[in-house]
């Protein structure tokens, strides 16, 4: 799986929106950009998947590059309830091998949204 | 729709003895995954049943096991336990591998936090 890069934290206004940045310069073809969160000591939330197009649905926008080298998960009006870490990982689907089946997270970025 | 719980929240054990840690996963669902999430080592992939079957497992000592039950519950044991086995563990479930991509998104249970002392 091909590897991510993060800011290791952000902050954000309360009703304003919120953009995480996720580097994946080496992506393959057939690799996909998901986007999970985990609140303080909760499991992670998945919260939006993309291959090349543009993604939006009822918690979040994904912006995919033209070159798909990077990413930008945008939040639309963070609220307090979106502090949380947000993951950014690039999986095939169907990966095969070690891949098999796994989800590789890595350090994420640590949102903090303020009042 | 219930989401994927898992039991016990909290489970104290001391070093040497065995913690069993169970899953119950979103009606469906045929795949369960298992997670480590110690501190500061970040969210580790431990296991992956699906259909019954082991199909991966992550880079863990054998001690770490588990099995799928006919229903897909699931569940995890930690055999000979050591104090750095103290963690939050994670279980998920999904459709399954091999199907559309948005069919094999993973949605994750609370944790069971695990203190070993």
């Known amino acids: 799986d091909a590897k991510t890069t993060q800011p290791t934290s952000m902050d954000c206004a309360e009703g304003r929106a919120a953009n995480l940045p996720c580097n994946h310069s080496t992506i393959s073809g057939n690799e996909y950009v998901y986007w999970y969160r985990q609140i303080h000591s909760q499991g992670p939330q998945y919260i939006i998947h993309g291959l090349k197009n543009n993604e939006t649905n009822e918690m979040a926008s994904l912006i995919i590059t033209e070159d798909r080298k990077s990413s930008t998960l945008i939040l639309p009006h963070a609220t307090l309830r979106d502090t949380a870490v947000y993951y950014c990982?690039?999986?095939?689907?169907?990966?095969?091998?070690?891949?098999?089946?796994?989800?590789?997270f890595g350090q994420g970025t640590i949102l903090t949204v303020h009042p | 729709e219930a989401g994927v719980t898992q039991s016990p929240t909290h489970l104290i054990k001391t070093r040497g003895q065995q913690a069993t840690l169970r899953c119950s996963p979103i009606?469906?669902?045929?795949?369960v995954y298992w997670y480590q999430q110690a501190l500061g080592l970040g969210l580790q992939f431990l296991l992956w049943y699906d259909e019954g079957e082991e199909r991966n497992r992550g880079n863990f000592p054998p001690r770490f096991s588990g099995r799928q039950f006919p229903n897909y519950s699931s569940e995890l044991n930690v055999n000979a336990l050591e104090l750095e086995d103290s963690a939050l563990y994670l279980c998920a479930s999904s459709l399954g591998q091999g199907l559309a991509i948005a069919k094999n998104i993973q949605y994750f249970g609370a944790g069971t936090r695990l203190s070993v002392l």
């Open positions: 009606s469906g669902h045929t795949s």
């Open positions: 990982i690039v999986r095939a689907f169907n990966a095969g091998g070690t891949s098999y089946g796994k989800l590789t």
